[in-house]
């Protein structure tokens, strides 16, 4: 089953700077963290406080492809978690023939964003995420506000993410 949710924001892990997309359920009840590449962090900020550029970044540079070749992007999903590497589907629709394209997460949210497309996570992915155990630190993303998640990353240690693969 899939949940949708919405980006909640988007954090840089103090130990390492990479970012990381926090999403959660419309009902800011159940989060996803999925660190992403600072090119992606770029597309999704950008769109999520409206920045307009004078020329168009890769996924506004997609959405418009889309658009002019009159497809619509129904919705993307985060669908598999494999090895730390989460997976996604753009789902699109062409002639009223629905189209799933492969997709890592962060394009497909940044291309989301910009088409106005909902953002659903397989509810798996979810409830196998939304702790994250940094050893003696711990953050349950259920309950944590934006500040609280930002407060929690700038207080981990380098010893918290031997872990992890970022």
Partial sequence: MFVEV???GLAMDPMTGTPIVILKDLQGKKAVPIWIGLFEASA???QMEGIDL???MTHDLMNGILKTLDVKVLKITINDLKNNTFFATIHILKDDVPIVVDARPSDAIALALRAGAPIF???KIIEG???IDFGKKT???NKCTKEELEEFLENL???DFGKYKM
């Fill in 54 to 56: 004078a020329r168009p």
């Fill in 44 to 46: 999704i900020a950008t």
């Fill in 157 to 159: 240690s380098s010893e």
């Fill in 6 to 8: 919405k980006v909640f």
């Fill in 139 to 141: 953050a349950d993303l």
């Fill in 121 to 123: 996570v397989d509810e």
């Fill in 129 to 131: 995420s939304a702790n």
